[in-house]
């Protein structure tokens, strides 16, 4: 298994990111991809998550409304559109998987890719 983030970038708040992660491995489509973050200091924040063959989503309040899941299968790559960004937004951004659907948030999600940096200036 193997995921690869892009997209990250410098943005003032009120502005709109898009990131990519691009998943490859998996033997079915029965998966879940999910997007966490990490700030300086903060702890790790599941932020929303796919299962990539229903498309079933789920979001963390601190981001409902503004950012939206979404994937596509052929090549398999789930993207985050980030809308009305705020500087707490500021973050590692992680792409993580489960071979199980419909997992969680706070579940286990063992693979992990290297992140990509989004920084909201004020």
């Known amino acids: 298994v193997q995921l690869v983030e892009s997209g990250g970038g410098l943005v003032q708040a009120g502005g709109s990111l898009k990131l990519s992660c691009a998943a490859s491995?998996?033997?079915?489509?029965?998966?879940?991809i999910a997007w966490f973050r990490q700030a300086p200091g903060k702890e790790r924040e599941g932020v929303s998550s796919?299962?990539?063959?229903?498309?079933?989503?789920t979001y963390s309040d601190s981001v409902k409304g503004r950012f939206t899941i979404s994937r596509e299968v052929l090549p398999a790559t789930v993207f985050l559109q980030m809308n009305n960004l705020k500087p707490e937004d500021t973050a590692v951004y992680y792409c993580?998987?489960?071979?199980?659907?419909?997992?969680?948030?706070?579940?286990?999600?063992?693979?992990w890719g290297r992140g990509t940096q989004v920084t909201v200036s004020a």
């Open positions: 491995g998996f033997p079915y489509l029965s998966y879940t």
């Open positions: 796919i299962t990539m063959s229903t498309e079933k989503t």
């Open positions: 993580a998987a489960s071979i199980w659907p419909d997992i969680a948030l706070d579940g286990e999600f063992p693979y």
